[in-house]
């Protein structure tokens, strides 16, 4: 699993946007950035919609105020999902990026198999990219919501460096 202090895999996430499919390259991305990326098993799922995503949503503006330039959403969905999620939520300020065959997400070590639910999936996280560097990881335990909330990422910003 990546750690605190690595860089971010080279990948390729994709975003469907009012101009059409783009093709992230992950070093492009998050270089000379400071990043919010955050993680949930699936778009459209209960605890994802219900309080993951909608937190970011509600305190998009005070995370950038800390200096973050994107607060981006990853799941293994395509990015024609993960864009009608991003508008059923009103998520505007969000980044919606889909990992369609998982590479990124197996790349990074936090894959999980749901089996007959999804088959491989993403672990609920949420990560600080200075960079493309990772400099603080939340990874959550199975069946929690606590250290991947926006909450929590937002009072950890807020800290003193």
């Not at 390259?25 to 098993?41: M, Q």
């Not at 950038?64 to 024609?80: E, L, P, Q, W, Y």
């Not at 639910?117 to 929690?144: C, H, W």
């Amino acid at each position: 699993m990546i750690e605190k202090g690595q860089t971010l895999p080279a990948a390729v996430l994709s975003e469907l946007t009012h101009d059409g499919m783009v093709k992230h390259d992950t070093a492009e991305l998050f270089a000379n950035k400071r990043v919010v990326l955050f993680a949930v098993p699936g778009a459209f799922t209960p605890t994802c919609s219900e309080a993951h995503l909608p937190g970011y949503v509600v305190l998009a503006d005070e995370i950038k105020a800390t200096g973050v330039d994107i607060i981006a959403c990853v799941s293994v969905n395509d990015a024609f999902v993960m864009q009608a999620w991003g508008e059923a939520q009103n998520a505007s300020e969000i980044m919606m990026l889909g990992d369609g065959d998982g590479s990124f997400t197996k790349a990074l070590g936090l894959e999980m198999d749901t089996e007959n639910f999804g088959g491989i999936r993403s672990q609920r996280y949420a990560m600080v990219v200075d960079n493309g560097v990772v400099t603080q990881l939340n990874v959550e335990q199975p069946k929690q919501f606590e250290a991947s909330k926006a909450e929590t990422i937002l009072a950890s910003l807020k800290q003193p460096h």
